[in-house]
Nanobody, 127 residues
């Protein structure tokens, strides 16, 4: 079955960086999309970024644009989220999710329909 495993979370100070990884496996799709979300205590889940079948097919929410970068290693079916200039408001549990993709539509079309989720990784930004 499809498996999604996040890693790379931790505790950092404001201004520092972290790189999250999302390892996916167990599927035979030719194309797939990966979406990163986060959820802070007492807040709604927020879609942050996604990447489609080609690296140029990416999306960032306004809250992370210019600070976070999504990329993928197709050889290992792993997607990364490089998070720079972290702020206390970035503190949350970060989740990634994946699903089949048609290979050409913008990845954000899939942001709210992805069906396979990881268990999340905690990111804490505090001085």
């Amino acid at each position: 079955q499809v498996q999604v495993v996040e890693s790379g979370g931790g505790s950092v100070q404001p201004g520092e960086s972290l790189r999250l990884s999302c390892a996916t496996s167990g599927f035979t799709w030719e194309y797939y999309v990966v979406v990163w979300f986060r959820q802070a205590p007492g807040k709604e889940r927020e879609g942050l970024s996604c990447i489609g079948s080609r690296d140029v097919n990416t999306y960032y929410s306004d809250s992370v644009k210019g600070r976070f970068t999504i990329s993928r290693d197709n050889t290992n079916n792993t997607v990364f989220l490089q998070m720079n200039s972290l702020k206390p408001e970035d503190t949350a549990v970060y989740y990634c999710a994946t699903d089949r993709h048609n290979g050409y539509s913008p990845c954000y079309y899939n942001m709210h329909t992805v069906g396979y989720w990881g268990k999340g990784t905690q990111v804490t930004v505090s001085s």
